[in-house]
């Protein structure tokens, strides 16, 4: 198995500018997580969804951030309009049965 | 609001030199503690779950315990290949610790 497999890997923008983040989770797991992970408040949950339904999105930044799941194989983040406060590490991550979650490598991202 | 707590934030050992990490946490229903451990540039990496007070797992030179409050990773006999970060969480998808970051000289 792939794993699970994020792009762009590095992303840098201007400020206002649109970002969309994409995941491509395990196959055969229903549940779908976005981390951020930044050095002053390490890894934290975003949003996270089951059978493709957001469940918790109370981590969402602010109106800013929008996260989709059109269905079981591809998730999105999106960003818009950036800030440089946004610069971070976003993870993401499915979870098996057994409830161990794989994360993916990462997108960093950096806005000017 | 679940909370957890890694000690040290930095912990520097010779090769050989065994310790321990140390998550404390604070759930209002524990559904597992989950041990995971991270490279530079890379995502975490899942090591083990805990369930239950008393639980212990093991893999290679890594023991993770559990107590009502909270855990241990132990590592007995330390390599330069076991530096990295190491996290912690409960629930099992929504609250981290800072981690705990090994650095093991040769």
């Known amino acids: 198995d792939a794993g699970v497999i994020q792009s762009p890997r590095h992303e840098v923008t201007e400020m206002g500018q649109e970002v969309t983040l994409r995941c491509k989770p395990i196959?055969?797991?229903?549940?779908l997580f976005w981390y951020r992970q930044t050095m002053m408040r390490g890894l934290e949950l975003l949003i996270y969804?089951?059978?493709?339904?957001?469940?918790?999105d109370s981590g969402m930044p602010e109106d800013r951030f929008s996260a989709k799941m059109p269905n079981a194989s591809f998730s999105t983040l999106k960003i818009q309009p950036s800030e440089p406060r946004d610069s971070a590490v976003y993870f993401c991550?499915?979870?098996?049965?057994?409830?161990?979650?794989?994360f993916g490598e990462g997108s960093r991202l950096t806005v000017l | 609001e679940d909370q957890v707590t890694q000690s040290p934030e930095a912990l520097r050992l010779q090769e050989g030199e065994s310790s321990s990490l140390n998550c404390s946490y604070t759930?209002?229903?524990?559904?597992?503690l989950f041990w995971y451990r991270q490279d530079p540039g890379k995502g975490p990496e899942f090591l083990f779950t805990?369930?239950?007070a008393g639980e212990e797992k093991e893999k290679e030179r890594l023991k993770a315990t559990l107590t009502k409050k909270e855990s241990f990773l132990h590592i007995t006999a330390p390599k330069p290949e076991d530096s990295a970060t190491y996290l912690c969480?409960?629930?099992?998808?929504?609250?981290f610790g800072d981690g705990t970051t090994l650095t093991v000289k040769p």
């Open positions: 759930v209002s229903g524990l559904r597992g």
């Open positions: 805990l369930y239950s």
């Open positions: 991550a499915s979870i098996d049965r057994a409830g161990e979650l794989f």
């Open positions: 969804f089951n059978n493709n339904v957001p469940i918790d």
């Open positions: 969480a409960v629930g099992g998808k929504s609250t």
């Open positions: 196959s055969g797991h229903n549940s």
